[in-house]
C-alpha cells in the first residue's frame, strides 16, 4: 500500500531533478543555487492553491474550485485596501481579506448543495461574481503593501523563502489532517463513495462544506501573499493559477476520481512545472515552443504514471 | 399531459425567450433583421464549440481545450487557408486526426480527460502563437462572405443554429450511431457486453468534437477576418455552461443538441442584454454569473420536484 502511494509523487520530483539537472548542465552548473530559490518562491504560490484544489477535488469525482483565481483576486483587493499602505492595519486587512474568502467558500457551497448545480458550474459562475466585486471595490487603484508584508513574502533564509517554510510546514499539517482526524478520514470516504460514507453515518454535507471553505481560505492566504510578494494586488493576478492549481494537483498523483490525496506529489509537481519553465528559458525556446512542451510535458507524465481504474 | 419533466426539458427555451423579451424591452430597437443579426452572429461560433464540447461531455469526459484549439483553427484559417488552401486543409485534417487520437489515447490508458486536455490546451495555443505571434493573418474571402451573407427575411444566425441544433438532434437522438455513442456515456460495460468497441466509440466522438471545433474556429474567423490565437480563450467556458444550460448532464451521456444550441444562444444574447441594460462594466461579468446561477436554481426546483412526484 505504502509503495503504492509512494509510485505516483516520485515521479514528480525525479521529473524535477531531471529538468533541473538538464539545466544546471547547460548553463555549465551557473546559477544553479538561485534558480532552485526562484522555483521554491514562485512555485510556493502554486502549492498554496495546489492544497486547496486537492482538497476539493478528493472530496469526489466532478468536484473542483474554479473560483480560485477570483478569490485569491478578492483577498488581495481586500487585503491591499483595507490595509492602505498602513503598517497598523494589517491584522485588520488579513482578517477582511480570510473573511471575504470565507464568504466566497460558503456561497460555493450553498450553490453545489442548496440549489443542486453542478460544482464546476457553480465554482465558475461564481467567480464570476466574486471577480465582478474585485473590480468594483478595487476601481483599479494599485496600493502597495505595508512594509512587513512585503518583506515577509520576499523574505530569504539561507537562500530558502521563508513563505517557502511556512507552506511547508502547512503542507505537513494538511497531510497529517487527511490521515490522522475525523475530517481528513471523512474527506477520503466521501471522495470514494459518497453514498456509502452517508450510510456509514458520516457527515457528508459537514465534510464537503469544510473543504470548500478550506480551499476559499487558502486562495485567500495565497492572495495576501502574492500582493505582497508582488508589490500590490492586480485584478488579472489570479489568472494562470487556474490552470496551474489543477495541474500540480493531477501531475501530483492525487486521484481525479476522488478518495486519494497527495500532499508531497503537490510539491515535486509544482517544483518541475516551475523549473521546467525556466530550462526552457534557458534554452532560449520562444514562448510558442515553451507552451507546446509544457503541454506534452503534462500528457506525457499522465500517460508514464497511468491513469487509475475507475472506482465504483 | 405537462408534467414537469416536460418543463425541465422546455426550461431552456423559456430561458431564451426570457432574456429576448428582456432584451427587447430594454431595447426596443433590437427587435430587427439587423440587430438581430448584430446581437446572434457570434452565437453561431459559440453554438458550434458547445456542441463540440456536448460531444465529449456525452462520453463522461471534459474538453478544456476547445477554446485554445478554436484559436488555433483561426490561425490556421487566416494564414494557411488562405495562402495555400490545400496545405491549410492538410492541416486540419491533421488537427481532426488528433482528436481521434487523443480519444484512444485517454480511453486505452483510462486518463482523467481534464488533465490530457489541459496538456492540450498548452499545445493547441502554443502551435497557434507560433503560427500568429501577434493577432493578423487574412481570412479567406468566401469564408467571409458566407459568414456576412444576408438571408432574405430571417437572419443567418437564426437560421444557422436551427441547422447545427436540428441536424446534431436529429442524429445523436434517434440515429442507431447516436444511442450506442450516448450509451458509451450511460453505461460502457454493458456497451461492450453487448459487442461494441468502446475505442471506436470514443474515436469517434472526440473526433467529431474535433469536427465541430474546427467549423467553430471556421465561422468565427469569417466573423473576425483575421486570426488570433487567444480569441477564444473564453469559449472553454462558455461551451461547457452552454451544454449544462441548455439541460445536459456531467455524467450518464445525458445531453441535449437543440438545448445545447439554445444554451450557447442564450449565454451570447445575455452578453448583449447586460450591454443594452447598462450596467457599470464591473459588474457586467458578475451579472453573466447571475443569470447562470438563476437559470441552473429553476431547473434545480423542477427537478426536485420531479423527484418528489
Not at chain 1, 475530517?183 to 456509502?196: D, F
Not at chain 2, 476547445?66 to 490561425?75: A, K, N, Q, R, T
Not at chain 2, 486505452?108 to 489541459?118: A, E, G, Q
Not at chain 2, 450557447?264 to 464591473?282: E, K, Q, V, Y
Request: proline share 4%.
Amino acid at each position: 500500500m505504502k509503495a503504492l502511494l509512494d509510485k505516483s509523487w516520485t515521479w514528480s520530483f525525479a521529473a524535477a531533478l531531471l529538468v533541473w539537472l538538464i539545466t544546471i548542465t547547460y548553463t555549465g552548473g551557473q546559477g544553479a543555487g538561485e534558480i532552485l530559490t526562484a522555483a521554491l518562491s514562485f512555485a510556493t504560490f502554486t502549492i498554496i492553491v495546489g492544497l486547496g484544489q486537492m482538497l476539493v477535488i478528493t472530496s469526489g469525482p466532478g468536484n473542483v474550485d474554479l473560483s480560485i483565481p477570483a478569490t485569491m483576486t478578492l483577498a488581495g483587493v481586500v487585503a491591499m485596501k483595507v490595509m492602505d499602505t498602513d503598517t497598523s492595519r494589517m491584522v485588520v486587512g488579513i482578517a477582511a481579506a480570510l473573511g471575504a474568502a470565507f464568504i466566497v467558500g460558503m456561497f460555493n457551497y450553498a450553490l453545489i448543495r442548496i440549489l443542486r448545480i453542478p460544482p464546476i458550474i457553480a465554482t465558475l459562475s461564481s467567480s464570476f461574481l466574486v471577480l465582478s466585486c474585485a473590480i468594483s471595490y478595487g476601481r483599479g487603484i494599485r496600493i502597495k503593501p505595508p512594509p512587513p508584508l512585503a518583506d515577509f513574502a520576499t523574505a530569504r533564509l539561507w537562500g530558502i523563502p521563508i513563505s517557502a517554510v511556512l507552506v511547508l510546514a502547512l503542507s505537513i499539517a494538511i497531510f497529517f489532517i487527511l490521515r490522522r482526524t475525523l475530517y481528513g478520514r471523512s474527506l477520503l470516504a466521501v471522495g470514494q463513495n459518497m453514498r456509502a460514507a452517508w450510510l456509514a453515518g458520516i457527515r457528508v454535507d459537514q465534510t464537503r462544506f469544510t473543504t470548500y471553505v478550506f480551499s476559499a481560505l487558502l486562495s485567500g492566504v495565497c492572495g495576501i501573499l502574492l500582493s505582497g510578494f508582488s508589490g500590490g494586488a492586480a485584478l488579472n493576478m489570479g489568472e494562470e493559477f487556474l490552470l496551474a492549481s489543477i495541474t500540480v494537483v493531477v501531475i501530483g498523483g492525487t486521484s481525479v476520481a476522488g478518495g486519494r490525496a497527495n500532499v508531497p506529489g503537490i510539491w515535486g509537481a509544482a517544483l518541475f512545472m516551475y523549473l521546467l519553465v525556466t530550462m526552457l528559458n534557458t534554452f532560449g525556446a520562444s514562448a510558442g515552443l515553451r507552451l507546446i512542451l509544457t503541454g506534452l510535458m503534462i500528457i506525457t507524465v499522465i500517460t508514464l504514471a497511468g491513469g487509475e481504474k475507475q472506482q465504483r | 399531459m405537462l408534467t414537469r419533466r416536460h418543463v425541465r426539458q422546455a426550461l431552456p427555451f423559456i430561458s431564451l425567450a426570457v432574456v429576448l423579451l428582456a432584451t427587447f424591452y430594454v431595447q426596443p430597437r433590437a427587435m430587427s433583421y439587423f440587430g438581430l443579426n448584430l446581437m446572434l452572429q457570434y452565437a453561431v461560433p459559440i453554438a458550434l464549440a458547445t456542441i463540440a464540447q456536448m460531444f465529449i461531455i456525452t462520453a463522461n469526459d471534459l474538453d478544456l481545450s476547445i477554446g485554445p484549439f478554436v484559436g488555433l483553427v483561426s490561425c490556421i484559417g487566416a494564414t494557411f487557408l488562405t495562402q495555400s488552401p490545400l496545405l491549410g486543409v492538410f492541416l486540419l485534417a491533421l488537427l481532426l486526426v488528433a482528436y481521434g487520437l487523443i480519444g484512444a489515447l485517454v480511453h486505452l490508458r483510462s486518463l482523467p480527460s481534464i488533465v490530457v486536455t489541459l496538456g492540450l490546451s498548452f499545445v493547441w495555443l502554443g502551435i497557434a502563437v507560433l503560427i500568429l505571434p501577434s493577432p493578423g493573418g487574412k481570412a479567406p474571402v468566401w469564408l467571409k462572405a458566407l459568414m456576412g451573407f444576408s438571408m432574405p427575411v430571417v437572419p443567418l444566425p437564426i437560421i444557422a443554429a436551427l441547422v447545427i441544433g436540428v441536424v446534431v438532434h436529429v442524429t445523436l437522438m434517434t440515429s442507431s450511431y447516436g444511442v450506442i455513442a450516448r450509451g458509451a456515456g450511460g453505461n460502457d460495460k454493458a456497451l461492450v457486453r453487448a459487442g461494441w468497441s468502446m475505442l471506436r466509440t470514443k474515436v469517434m466522438l472526440y473526433m467529431t468534437a474535433g469536427f465541430f471545433g474546427i467549423l467553430s474556429g471556421l465561422a468565427l474567423l469569417g466573423l473576425t477576418t483575421s486570426g488570433d490565437a487567444h480569441v477564444a480563450d473564453r469559449y472553454t467556458l462558455y461551451s461547457i455552461a452552454g451544454v449544462i444550460l441548455g439541460g445536459g448532464e456531467f455524467i450518464g451521456g445525458r445531453v441535449s443538441p437543440l438545448g445545447a444550441v439554445v444554451g450557447a444562444i442564450t449565454l451570447a444574447l445575455a452578453g448583449s442584454f447586460l450591454i443594452f441594460l447598462r450596467i457599470s462594466p464591473d459588474w457586467q461579468i458578475g451579472a453573466q454569473g447571475a443569470i447562470l446561477i438563476i437559470v441552473l436554481a429553476l431547473r434545480a426546483l423542477v427537478s426536485y420536484g420531479e423527484a418528489r412526484q
